[in-house]
């Protein structure tokens, strides 16, 4: 007689398949994922949570003593510390996904090696932490944001502000699917790893961050800019939340396709990857 069991543990036979059934039988353990990564990044602090609100306030302000003051770039008319802040802090929760997704396999190598659950769930909690995080920095800008609106500093709420969610998802997704793709390589090939901080960081220069789209004089310098998918993204949160920036549809179109296609190629290499990663960590 054939034995029936409630649960059975195959290698994934689709490289193209994403359990989304199974892996929602693991929400608490995505949460105690999440609860870990808040414990252990905190723990031996002295100011703690502080930090989601120090860190993003004082790397805007080098931005603005930096590129403010000392190399004056343009910020469409915007106070500098807020127009800085408007670009560093979405860019902040990108970037946190991208570089947290990319060690998934090598910080959970020895859980992976004790106890089965859908591997995509440290991805995933890892996304959800970095929220948190944003949602307290976002919450902070938005006060500030509003301090200059009233006060007649310069900037201006207009109705791109609606598109808030949608583009903090989008950076979200982007994010983990590029660090997804950079963890199923670097088991393979370790020193990708080495390359992420720099990566990274030069991907910031490339993002409008740190300067305003609409002060590029070379044409073709500025298509190059705003075909990175993180671009139109910082100029549409720039539009909604301070009143300028350089929108275009086209390019915010281009910039959600190239996402749709990062998720759906990390999700396939994640896949291969899983099926003997354990062989090769």
């Not at 059934?21 to 995505?30: H, W």
């Not at 915007?78 to 800085?84: A, G, K, T």
């Not at 004089?217 to 301070?242: D, H, Q, S, Y």
Request: proline share 4%.
């Amino acid at each position: 007689m054939k034995e029936k069991f409630d649960t059975l543990i195959t290698a994934k036979s689709n490289p193209f398949k994403l359990n989304l059934k199974e892996t929602a039988k693991y929400k608490d353990l995505v949460w105690l994922f999440v609860q870990r990564d808040f414990k252990t990044k905190y723990k031996q602090t002295i100011l703690g949570p502080l930090w989601f609100i120090i860190q993003p306030l004082l790397t805007t302000f080098v931005f603005t003593v930096v590129f403010g003051m000392i190399a004056k770039l343009s910020t469409d008319g915007v106070p500098q510390f807020l127009f800085y802040l408007a670009g560093n802090v979405p860019w902040m929760f990108f970037s946190t996904s991208l570089v947290h997704a990319s060690t998934t396999f090598h910080d959970n190598a020895r859980l992976f090696g004790r106890v089965y659950f859908p591997r995509i769930i440290t991805p995933v909690s890892t996304v959800i932490t970095c929220f948190f995080n944003f949602l307290i920095q976002f919450i902070m800008f938005v006060i500030i944001d509003l301090c200059f609106v009233f006060t007649g500093a310069g900037a201006n709420v207009t109705l791109y502000a609606l598109l808030t969610p949608v583009l903090i998802a989008e950076l979200g997704i982007l994010g983990t699917g590029v660090g997804i793709i950079i963890s199923s390589l670097t088991v393979k090939y370790r020193d990708l790893q080495v390359l992420v901080g720099f990566g990274t960081q030069l991907w910031m220069y490339l993002s409008a961050v740190v300067y305003s789209v609409s002060s590029i004089e070379n044409t073709t310098l500025k298509t190059v800019i705003m075909l990175n998918p993180v671009t139109p993204v910082i100029e549409f949160m720039r539009a909604g939340w301070l009143g300028v920036g350089t929108t275009s549809w086209l390019y915010l179109g281009i910039s959600f396709a190239v996402t749709v296609l990062t998720a759906f190629f990390g999700v396939v290499i994640f896949n291969k990857t899983e099926k003997n990663f354990m062989d090769k960590i």
